[in-house]
């Protein structure tokens, strides 16, 4: 029996890749450097930084910035990014959200937060469902980001739980990779891209039934 859920939030709770998208393909324009949708999705899961550096990388300008400058660049695209999210209501829950985590709660099956994003107390703010978190791992604690297993292990033992007791949720391969490297159990929420080695995959949670989950 699993004992707990631990949730990536970008792409999992909400839909806020469009926005990190916008945030980040203007950012890269005002530096002459163009990303479309394919590339974005190498971004997702990983920190700012090294989305800033993934972006420079395909413009052959990892050289061309103090690291003084890459952080100006990097806050530049956050307050851009955190300008759209203002507009956040708990309407911008995915299908299915709010429901599976109600119905965590009936049961006393803590939830978690496992995401790279440093805006992720506000945005749960936004939606709503704040309370809803029994832990929120702060990644600026982490020596390692996704696909490294350290964010999710730190997640489930938040809960009180072992790793291997624990459910992930994500959308991204960097994700369900540490996830898998967790020994977790891996939910895999499809948003277009091909996930790999996940145990599950679901376009939307209310494809999914808590009871069945909880037994594997
Ligand atoms: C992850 C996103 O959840 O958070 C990444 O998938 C993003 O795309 C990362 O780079 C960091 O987010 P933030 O909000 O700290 O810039
Ligand atoms: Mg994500």
Redesign the pocket.
């Known amino acids: 029996m699993k004992k707990g859920f631990v949730f ?4 999992v709770i909400t839909d ?2 469009k926005y ?1 998208y916008i945030a980040w393909k203007e950012l890269a324009a005002e530096i002459g450097i163009d990303i479309d949708l394919k590339f974005n999705e190498q ?6 930084m ?2 800033l550096e993934r972006i420079l990388s395909l413009g052959n300008k990892n050289d061309a910035y103090t690291e003084i400058e890459k952080e100006a660049l ?1 806050t530049k ?2 307050t851009q ?1 955190v300008q759209l999210l203002q507009s956040l209501t708990p309407d911008d829950l995915l299908p299915g959200v709010k429901e599976f985590l109600d119905q965590a709660k009936e049961k006393n099956i803590p939830c978690g937060i496992a ?6 107390p506000f ?1 749960l703010d936004k939606l709503g469902v704040m309370s809803d978190f029994d832990a929120i791992v702060d ?1 600026a604690t982490l020596k390692k980001g996704k696909p490294d297993p350290e964010i999710f292990v730190q997640a489930a033992l938040a809960l009180g739980i072992d790793p291997a007791e624990a459910i992930g949720f994500e ?2 391969q960097a994700g369900i990779d540490g996830i898998k490297a967790a020994g977790m159990y891996a939910v895999g929420v499809y948003s277009g891209e091909e996930l790999h080695g996940a145990d599950i995959i679901v376009e939307k949670l209310t494809e999914l039934n808590i009871d069945e989950l909880l037994s594997k």
């Open positions: 990536d939030l970008d792409g806020t890749a990190h971004l997702k899961g990983i920190s700012r090294d989305s990097a695209k956050n990014y995401s790279a994003s440093k805006n992720a945005i990644p959308d991204a």
